[in-house]
T-cell receptor, first 115, second 115 residues
């Protein structure tokens, strides 16, 4: 069956440019999460969606980061005016619902490099 | 706030050796606990989980027991194989409020198993 997919798999951009990262969750999964994996910070939570709303945006590192989810499905994470410290692997995960009994399934990630 | 502390790596073992990767946590309430694994070149995947105190999670010969009294969730395997070489992450979820289901990860432990 189809898992969580993310695109692009790799993205190289110049400092100051905007980037969009896409996540397609598993069909029927209502909860969607974005995490970031970087050498210095490990795995960090960024934002959580339940349906199309984002009750928890507490992990977004600055106002240059935003995310949206439409139709309770696809989500886009946008980083404006990228900085070198934004270089990381951005991971998306989805689950059927919320709570510890619901397993989060992770996508392969988008590796972002800001030059 | 919530936090997870994992045994520092990297860990290098010979095939068939016994494995322990320590994990301790700090959390409010009663989180669920997880071990995720990231094989070389692959995405993050759930290895095992436990949702309440004294539960034992197990999968692929790995085990971990939720110890509330010591706030620990140590990962063990009796006989490791070369194919177990990967990065292992301990994690907990956050219950309550708007952060339901959000995962907090440890820093990861790199395991290398030699033939």
């Amino acid at each position: 069956g189809a898992g969580v997919s993310q695109s692009p798999s790799n993205k190289v951009t110049e400092k100051g440019k905007d980037v969009e990262l896409r996540c397609d969750p598993i069909s029927g999964h209502t909860a969607l999460y974005w995490y970031r994996q970087s050498l210095g910070q490990g795995l960090e939570f960024l934002i959580y969606f339940q349906g199309n709303s984002a009750p928890d945006k507490s992990g977004l590192p600055s106002d240059r980061f935003s995310a949206e989810r439409t139709g309770g499905s696809v989500s886009t994470l946008t980083i404006q005016r990228t900085q070198q410290e934004d270089s990381a692997v951005y991971l998306c995960a989805s689950s059927r619902g919320t709570g510890g009994r619901e397993t989060q399934y992770f996508g392969p990630g988008t590796r972002l490099l800001v030059l | 706030g919530n936090s997870v502390t994992q045994m520092e790596g990297p860990v290098t073992l010979s095939e068939e050796a016994f494995l322990t990767i320590n994990c301790t946590y700090t959390a409010t309430g009663y989180p669920s606990l997880f071990w995720y694994v990231q094989y070389p070149g692959e995405g993050l995947q759930l290895l095992l989980k436990a949702t309440k105190a004294d539960d034992k999670g197990s999968n692929k010969g790995f085990e971990a027991t939720y110890r509330k009294e010591t706030t620990s969730f140590h990962l063990e395997k009796g006989s490791v194989q070369v194919s177990d070489s990967a990065v292992y992450f301990c994690a907990l979820d956050t219950k309550g409020g708007t952060s339901y289901g959000k995962l907090t990860f440890g820093q990861g432990t790199i395991l290398t198993v030699h033939p």
